[in-house]
């Protein structure tokens, strides 16, 4: 059974910092895109950051950059989300997703069940 579980969220005050983290299972992590996305109420949900499998390059989203890391621990099949100086516009649903290389014309996709962000002012 594919999983993909996000821990690691919560509530805290504006300038604080949690530390998502999402675990994967079921299938072979190593060469899969992961990305970290996240949902407000009443909004689209939008990508935050992502890690590649390869050279572990990384994307940011402008609004996080310089605030929010991401790594990976291959040998844990986990990937990881550093989020600092938090701000009330962070608060949401954090998602994680996972994307497969693509194989002729096809990939595989993996979300996890969410995580809830609270950042209060």
């Known amino acids: 059974e594919v999983r993909l579980v996000e821990s690691g969220g919560g509530s805290v005050q504006a300038g604080g910092s949690l530390r998502l983290s999402c675990a994967a299972s079921?299938?072979?992590?190593?060469?899969?895109?992961i990305g970290w996305f996240r949902q407000a109420p009443g909004k689209e949900r939008e990508g935050v950051s992502s890690?590649?499998?390869?050279?572990?390059?990384?994307y940011y989203d402008d609004s996080v950059k310089d605030r929010f890391t991401i790594s990976r621990d291959n040998t844990k099949n986990t990937v990881y989300l550093q989020m600092n100086s938090l701000k009330p516009e962070d608060t949401a649903v954090y998602y994680c997703?996972?994307?497969?290389?693509?194989?002729?014309?096809?990939?595989?996709?993996?979300w996890g069940q969410g995580t809830q962000v609270t950042v209060s002012s």
């Open positions: 997703n996972a994307i497969s290389p693509i194989e002729g014309t096809s990939f595989r996709t993996y």
């Open positions: 079921g299938f072979t992590f190593d060469p899969y895109v």
């Open positions: 890690i590649s499998s390869n050279d572990g390059s990384t």
